[in-house]
């Protein structure tokens, strides 16, 4: 039990087997559920964690990211983890820096038909007076 989060890294290729090597070091790397890349990004995805800063591990990691951006102007590596309440937590870095993006999709009936409103009119008249 406990909260659990979705915890994202993005950084810039150049510090991939750094960061890698870091998760490695603490027995991380089975966390890890997306590793994508392309020629200038890396991203690695670990979800359902629990994410505590009074966690070992999490200070490792926390430390590297902080570690690549040290004295930097424009970030190099950012991490952030996304919690059970859709929430976004333990930012380390610039997500603007690295071209980060979140959204939230509320899907509230798992795709069934949306009702518009002039259906919504017709069916109940009365309250739309």
């Known amino acids: 039990m406990g909260y659990r989060s979705d915890v994202y890294i993005k950084a810039l290729k150049k510090h991939e087997q750094s960061i890698l090597q870091t998760l490695a070091s603490i027995n991380a790397l089975d966390w890890i559920d997306v590793h994508q890349k392309d020629d200038t990004y890396v991203f690695i995805g670990m979800p359902d964690l629990k994410w505590y800063d009074s966690y070992n591990d999490v ?71």
């Open 59 to 129: 200070r490792t990691i926390e430390s590297k990211i902080s570690s690549i951006n040290e004295d930097l102007e424009v970030h190099e590596a950012c991490l952030f983890a996304i919690g059970e309440d859709q929430a976004i937590h333990s930012e380390i870095g610039s997500l603007w820096d690295l071209d980060v993006e979140t959204y939230i999709t509320v899907d509230g009936m798992n795709g069934e038909k949306d009702v518009t409103k002039e259906e919504l009119k017709k069916s109940y008249p009365e309250l739309f007076v």
